[in-house]
């Protein structure tokens, strides 16, 4: 058999030590993803995806019809197993009762714990067992991942299912003709793999660009793999395996009523708001405004500045750096064509979201890893010309544990609202939520400031804010079904005239729709409720007559085009 890209892997399996090793990343990842996920109240989206679960469940599977089926299946069966547990075996064993909130996330709390083998195992076929295991520790308590990780979104699954693809994609490469059985079987898993991939998001040039990875490595380095006589019959019979897979995940994207509505998102005819706010800016967030006509190209670059703890950051530098040295072996070649792959096309286009950014972390922390490494060898190196393993070893495990200590200590900083870290280089927690509120403010503390209200909001209120969907399901949980929900960006408002009104302002929820009211109410001194974190306001609640907020929907309806507009408020100051 001719040499694998990978010398550490092989030799077979891996040695108790790794195993153990892996099992404390998959353990530390599971505490800090778990720890606070009560402290958050729903999210729009998470709201979205709780009710098609609640239609899932009458038969009716066309709820939320944009995003593919495999997150609410997984929810389906979190939040039937949490009700059957909630009337049966709360109660009797004394136990306490599953919320909504924790039962919407553990799918994806759980999914993002167990990525940290799939990378682990990328990181071990494409470099080194070692870099590979750092990259996984990275992974288990990195603020990016367990942030994005903690939100019932489609993310993580994504990412979960890609790197298994590509380990088996792999595999796969580096299996010689002869061993026919276990490569079909590599082959067989890693098509399943994309074809879930495509169940939990519809992003499908991420199997492009794996396979364009793998072509370009063999002509460049056409002696690393064994022969291989996979041609055109098994590329069909591999994009027959991942679409069947991908059918039985996600069935539902037969129904006409699902392909109407996806048809109708992607043509934004959904879309009630637009903007996203970025240091006091609000910016156009529309993917018709590609190339460089939303928000900034340089977003997803300046969250790696300021979100990365920075060591971790240094690291990731000095290990591209390195990775275009060396770019000819797998793991810088695979690193490099990711990061290009990735940041050109989702820089360009107009529309971006922090949560975006999840399937970029495993290359950013795979060359953290490699730059640690590399640096702990040039200590080595200069410390001592012994040829000693104990030379070596002190350096490598101080660094190690060193970038894993420093990306713990930011996740305890940030606790339990991990997506407002920001690091020293952003200006620290006194920007916290400044960049990028709305990804990092979440709907933070929009329950509270619903129950806050409710205690004071007479029968017949109406509330206002930019997302119904969460004030109905709270309302409805509350019983205070005599109170009426209308949304701040729709245009158009038929309110009783005497009704109280109770709108609802919200630093990351700032759109040209609603820029009128911030601009008009933020600022002022009093207001209904205030909730807050760290200082912070994260909703404001203001009551207003019904001649005010006639003139605020007046002065709505000439608001500024859809251009760059800076806003005149320092919704972020802290008390």
Known sequence: ?????????????????????????????????????????????????????????????????????????????????????????????????????????????????????????VGAAFFSRRVGLLAAFLWAVGVHAVFINQMAKEDTLLVFFLLWGIYFHWRMKTTPDEAARRKRLFYLLSAACFGLLLASKYFPHFWGVTLLFFCLHRRVNPGLYPPDRYGGRELLRYVAVMGAVFLLANPAILHPAVLAHIFSYTGQATVTHHGYVMFDHLFPNSIALTPFGGTPWYFYLLSLAVKLPPLVLLAFVGGTALCVRRWRAAGPMFVLLWLLFWLVPFSIVGVKFLRYQLSLMPVVYLAAAFGAFAAAEWIAARWSRSASLVYRWIPETALTVLLVLVSLAALVAAHPFYALYVNTIGGGAERAAYYFPHDECYDLRLREAIAGTLRQAPPGSIMVGETPAVFSYYLKRSGRRDLRVVNLSDARFALPVTAPRFVFLQPGRIYYENVAFHSRLWNREEDLLSVRIDGRPMVRVFRLDGTEFGEIVAARDTAPPRVQVPLEMYFLTAD
């Open 1 to 121: 058999m001719m040499p694998m890209p990978s010398p550490d892997t092989s030799t077979g399996g891996y040695r108790r030590e790794t195993v153990c090793l892996l099992l404390a990343a998959v353990l530390l990842g599971a505490m800090v993803r778990f720890s606070g996920l009560t402290e958050r109240g729903l999210a729009e989206d998470e709201v979205n995806k709780l009710q098609a679960v609640r239609q899932y469940q009458r038969g009716d599977f066309t709820g939320n019809a944009e995003h593919p089926m495999l997150l609410k299946s997984l929810i389906l069966v979190s939040v039937t197993a949490a009700d059957l547990w909630n009337r049966w075996g709360a109660g009797a064993n004394g136990g306490g009762f599953v919320t909504d909130e924790v039962a919407v996330r553990i799918p994806n709390v759980l999914a993002g714990t167990l990525t940290v083998i799939p990378l682990f195992l």
